[in-house]
């Protein structure tokens, strides 16, 4: 006989339309497998009047998200309204009346998941999240079981199919990036307000929580630091292209000498890394491990269907859990307890574009200033000139070598003083 597992979702918003429908349409593979009839009973329906696109019984539909968190019958709740409140309270409800919870929500859980996770310990219950990184991949299972025997030396990340999409169409079409992103808008693939995306934030939610995994230590969002796509110009682009790399989003993390070096900024990645092959919308994990060495994980980052595939892995691996009563972790997924220590965003090699005057000298100004710095240049190239404003103006691109971001920003802040450049118009980092 079955055993019955009783769910109830918080939300029917796309991700939880592709949940359900996960569920639905593989209930009978899912039952044969495992043995386990899973069954979604309530949902938190805000809006009920409101078209969803699929075909729910009305019964099932609530307005009261109690009857769902404090309903005994209900063993998993799956929390998909977004946001880090009141989702928050919502799954530290349900853990507290000794509920497991999944989530796909990357902001609730990088702000509070050191909280949540210890509520899940108390009340021995179990907290997953696979959907909230990189959607549909099986990164953070994989990190968790089959992985687990590896000391992980580095992550980087593309996390975020927003801006992969922009700038995939950019550097393929030459678009312009305000185009690109109206028509990621228009396509889906962007948010009315994409500040999130454009901006690095949901990278940066994202990178925080494999932080926690791979290195067991605690880097808020905030800490991170983290730069968006806005100012990468087509200028950057052409570079990138002319000297073998491509500009990606990357969220990285590195640990070295007991030490958490991390960020999310746009980078130069080598043409024959695998990171660079990463297109439009997918997204892709990859993790240097002292066992397997190098790995990567690569799929779609969001939609319905594969975030519901996430979201619905998880629901049956703590279904797996309560069938044999052993339903919460001896230690958490979550890990702050490392001793490794965080050292913001490390030394790395960076790409700068300036835009300079025409004017004889400037080049050898802008090196001596480096040089009275400790940074080293590795290449230099100043493009045509062309006029703007009335003045004679041109693009100076040059790639340092490895140098702390303190001391290459004291170094910019002494070029700018000595009046040698008109403006400082990107930083990236390349990826070596």
Known sequence: MKQIIKVGMLGIGNVGRGTYETLEMNHQKIAETTGLDIEIVKILNRHPEKDRGIDIPAEKYTQNVADIL?????????????????????????????????????????????????????????????????????????????????????????????????????????ADYADVLKDAQAKGFAEADPTADVEGLDAANKLSILISLIFGIEVSPETLPTQGITRVGLEDIEFAKESGYRIKLLATARE?????????????????????????????VYVTGNAVDNLMFYGRGAGPLPTGSAVVGDVIGIARKLEKNSAYDLVPQLRYDSGLEFDGEGTNKYYLRMMVPERTGILGRIATIFGEHDISIESIRQNAPYELDGERVAHLIIIVFPVSKPQLNDALDAIRKDGVIKSVDNIMRVEE
Request: with cysteine; hydrophobic share 45%.
């Open 256 to 284: 070295k000498d007991g030490k958490v070096c991390a960020n999310v900024q746009p980078a130069l990645v080598p043409i024959n890394h695998p990171l660079s092959s990463v297109s439009n919308e997918f997204n892709a």
């Open 70 to 174: 404090d309903d005994p019958e209900i063993d998993i709740v799956i929390e998909l309204i977004g946001g880090i409140e009141p989702a928050t309270e919502y799954m530290a409800r349900a853990l507290s009346n000794g509920k497991s919870v999944v989530t796909a929500n990357k902001a609730a859980i990088a702000a509070n998941g050191k909280r949540l996770a210890a509520l899940a310990q108390e009340n021995h219950a179990l907290l997953r999240f696979e959907a909230a990184v990189a959607g549909g991949i099986p990164i953070l299972t994989s990190l968790t079981t089959a992985l687990l025997s590896n000391r992980f030396t580095a992550v980087h990340g593309i996390l975020n199919g927003t801006t992969n999409y922009i700038l995939t169409q950019m550097s393929e079409f030459g």
